[in-house]
């Protein structure tokens, strides 16, 4: 009898449950587990947040620096030594930096009005603006974070637009409408075959209004831009340069370096120049975007997010020793843009969006070597 009741007592004993104290203390410890697994978890999300974010960053900053790379290295292919002089004693100064409709550069508290074409000789006696393979622009762009970003505008001609296949006929005595008619082709073929004619008007590579059209011959050089295509045949187009361009290419009132001087003079040849500038614009939201623009064409955003856009010049003289790395490639120290032999590229970009400690950034620079200014004929 006792030992039954003793045996009764034990099983008892051993079967019951869990106390207070250690439901709490297995409780804190689950806690304590699932806090740290949820920490893990944070971490690793916030981990792959950062670095999706800059690879995107890296991404968009490296292919933006190579179309600029593209751009600058090709600066000056097939333009004359020294650039292109402009038209002078006119209505006014070229600029650039506009469309058909409004001006983009540079930022200003009153507006942007256009950027000026450099001149030369910087002083007198007679400056006239012109046409240089590079043109800086510090501080020419919006001010970021408190700093002030930069422009630049490089010039090259088209390569894949074959427009000096046509013949040039100025129509009238101020060159405000040409002809281009297309060169025949040899019959028979030669071996190889020649590039077959692109028609002036069509829609992929063709002209268009904006686009800057350089005329020359022995002994002219001439810049228009672009105003209309007025008619076409099969091997004819009548394209318009009417002096009410943006981008004031077009003065046939000038004193110099306007298209008038094509009137009259044999063997003129066409060829389209790109003309493009670089620059940031901030939209009305805040976000900060790299911007491209093409001749008088509609600028087009290249990567957004960029908050800072600066460069400087490393210019040398004809002897090949260094003078001057400024951001405005010495011109405060008279120094021509034609001596600027490499540019250096400073691109910082910001993420898309916050993350825990705010947005990231990301800061890039390369060098572009402008292979067209470097080469200099020793054997003339």
Sequence with gaps: MNRACVTSTSAHSEARGFSLLELLVAMAMALILVAGAARLFNSALTGSFTTTQRAEMQEDVRAAQNLMARDISLAGSGLPNGGVGLPNGGSGNPVYGCDGTQCYLPASATGPSGMTFPLFPPGPPSPTARLYYIMPGP??????????????TVAYTDNVFLLNQYTVTVNNAQATSITFTATPTP???????????????DPSVGL????????????VN???????????????????????????????????????????????????????SYYLNVLANGTPRLMRQV???????VAENIVGLNFTYDTYDDTGQLRVALADAGASLGTSPNMIRKVNISMTARSAAKGISGYQGLNLVTEISARNMSFKNRYQ
């Design 139 to 152: 501080q020419k762009g919006p001010t970021i974070n408190g700093i002030a970003s930069d422009i630049i």
């Design 187 to 201: 019959t028979p073929m030669p071996s190889p075959s020649p590039t077959p004619v692109q028609a002036v008007n």
């Design 208 to 219: 268009q209004p904006g686009d800057l059209v350089f005329f020359q011959n022995a002994s």
């Design 222 to 276: 001439a810049i228009g831009e672009v105003t209309t295509l007025a008619s076409s045949t099969a091997t004819t187009f009548t394209v318009n340069f009417a002096s009410t361009d943006q981008l004031h290419m077009n003065q046939p009132t000038a004193t110099g370096g306007d298209m008038t001087a094509l009137v009259g003079a044999p063997s003129v040849s066409a060829t389209r120049i790109w003309l493009v």
């Design 295 to 301: 001749n008088g064409q509609t600028p087009v955003p």
